[in-house]
């Protein structure tokens, strides 16, 4: 099993910046991915970002391409968002997930694909006011 908790969220100012933290615990693997989503009021859940590791391949849904930035601190057994030039549309509670087997499939559509993460963490909330 592996527990993942998430922090950072909060209200801020659009085109502001906020820094959101996946903290993994529990089982070890050799390879594996930990990706973001999202869920809006009303929406459905979406992918964010995502990023392999160790190998740190990363993947970004087309909407916050150039705005986000996924990265990981080994050491801390964390992976950062870091959320620049914030919109109200992405205000969501934001959710990591763990996905075991990221080699079980070939290709890179997976990786921002729900379905395939094993684990959840409870999520934080981000408000971006106008």
């Known amino acids: 099993e592996v527990h993942l908790v998430e922090s950072g969220g909060g209200l801020v100012q659009s085109g502001g910046s906020l820094r959101l933290s996946c903290t993994a615990s529990g089982d070890t693997f050799d390879d594996y991915a930990i990706g973001w989503f999202r869920q809006a009021p009303g929406k459905q859940r979406e992918a964010v970002s995502s990023?392999?590791?160790?190998?740190?391949?990363?993947y970004y849904a087309d909407s916050v391409k150039g705005r986000f930035t996924i990265s990981d601190d080994h050491a801390k057994d964390t992976v950062y968002l870091q959320m620049n030039n914030l919109r109200p549309e992405d205000t969501a509670t934001y959710y990591c997930a763990f996905w075991t087997a990221p080699g079980r499939w070939a290709g890179t559509r997976w990786y921002l694909m729900s379905g395939v993460y094993d684990y959840w963490g409870q999520g934080t909330q981000v408000v971006v006011s106008t």
């Open positions: 990023i392999r590791l160790p190998a740190g391949s990363t």
